[in-house]
């Protein structure tokens, strides 16, 4: 059963910081991964979607990492605002399984 | 930009009552889910929904769910005779195919908060 793992659960960083949230899988055959932002109270947004076949993604500020073979992404914040602080969840396909999230504050 | 609806935003329902939650997925995407989210648990995959039936359905989609799409547009989720445990945010989501890239990201609806009395 896949299992999905994210570090840190929280994170407070100061505005214009360049930061990096953590997503391990246990199963590495995946067809694709997706990462979220959510914000109280509000629907999952999604930021970037990874295919098992790439390495990277990049999104204005935003750039994923999926190394499948380890069972890890990463996705890495440039230049953070304040605008940037909610919940970041991964969610690892075949079946969607997600991470319980990092929790991320940018303070101003 | 194209967004995926649910209503009600809130719905209560007495315990052993049927409710039926309602979405309307992106207009061109072929793919649909349910999930849900316990107040301060993970989010949890339901139900994937493609070309008229269920593609894939976790364990927590017993014989109390069921899905369906009655006409182009909406696209529901029924819980037949709910239980206090099943209070939670229900998220609806959709998505494309591409033949070049595969699956197409999920879009989720902002939610439909479940209180059962």
């Known amino acids: 059963k896949q299992e999905v793992t994210q570090i840190p659960a929280a994170l407070s960083v100061p505005e214009g910081e360049n930061l990096v949230l953590n997503c391990s899988f246990t199963d590495s055959a995946i067809y694709n991964l997706q990462w979220f932002r959510q914000d109280p109270g509000k629907g999952l947004t999604s930021l970037l979607l990874?295919?098992?076949?790439?390495r990277e993604q990049t999104s204005g500020r935003l750039n994923a990492s999926l190394d499948k073979s380890s069972g890890r992404s990463t996705l890495y914040i440039a230049a953070s605002q304040p605008g940037d602080s909610a919940t970041y969840l991964c969610a690892v396909n075949n079946d969607m399984r997600f991470g319980a999230g990092t929790r991320l504050t940018v303070k101003p | 930009e194209p967004e995926v609806t649910q209503t009600p935003s809130h719905q209560v329902t007495q315990m052993g009552q049927e409710v039926i939650l309602r979405c309307v997925p992106i207009s061109n995407h072929l793919y649909f889910y349910w999930y849900r989210q316990i107040l301060g648990q993970k989010v949890e995959f339901l139900v994937s929904f493609y070309n008229n039936e269920i593609s894939e359905k976790s364990e927590i989609f017993d014989d109390q769910f069921s899905v369906e799409r009655p006409d182009g547009s909406n696209f529901t989720l029924k819980i037949r005779s709910t239980k206090l445990e099943d209070s939670a945010m229900y998220f609806c989501?959709?998505?494309?195919?591409?033949?070049?890239?595969?699956?197409?990201?999920?879009?989720f609806g902002d939610g439909t908060r479940l209180s059962i009395l």
């Open positions: 989501a959709s998505s494309d195919w591409h033949r070049s890239g595969g699956n197409q990201p999920q879009h």
């Open positions: 990874i295919q098992s076949s790439q």
